[in-house]
């Protein structure tokens, strides 16, 4: 009889070893004068990374769901400048669910979870920092493959 030999399918490891502990709410400085207020994000400085790409997610329509994806090698600190929103992460063990609604205040997201932001408030605007520029390949958008690369860690 012929040995049988069992193939093992190769092993991803292309994701970080995260968890939703990494997540850190930054506070972030106030610049309070009677025109107005400043919060000001320098590279490396509020926050630990280097920022390559800022985007801004506007015009949400009420009920809409953001995100659903994980990046593999990707920084993020999401604020929102304007309004509330929920960010629920995810490292396939647990999920938390941090609530923005102050624009001195960001949400620092770093590389291998899983995100997904909902309840925006009419007119919110939710500004992302991000340390790479975009690139599709970099994303994750399928649960089931993230859950699996996280539990092989
Ligand atoms: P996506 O990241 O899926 O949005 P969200 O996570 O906020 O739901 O991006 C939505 C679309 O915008 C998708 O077609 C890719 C495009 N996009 C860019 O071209 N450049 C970017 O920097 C980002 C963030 C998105």
Redo the contacts with the bound molecule.
Sequence with gaps: MGMVQQLKMPINTELEPSTVFDCTVIQLPRIQTLAGSITVVNNCQEISFSIQ?V?Y?YDIPTGEA????AHKKLDQLIIAASGSFDVRVDDARIRHTVTLSRPNVGLYIPSGLWRELDDFSGGSICLVLASTL?N?SDYIRDYSVFSELKRHK
């Design positions: 790409r985007y997610l953001r995100g659903g994806h975009y599709e």
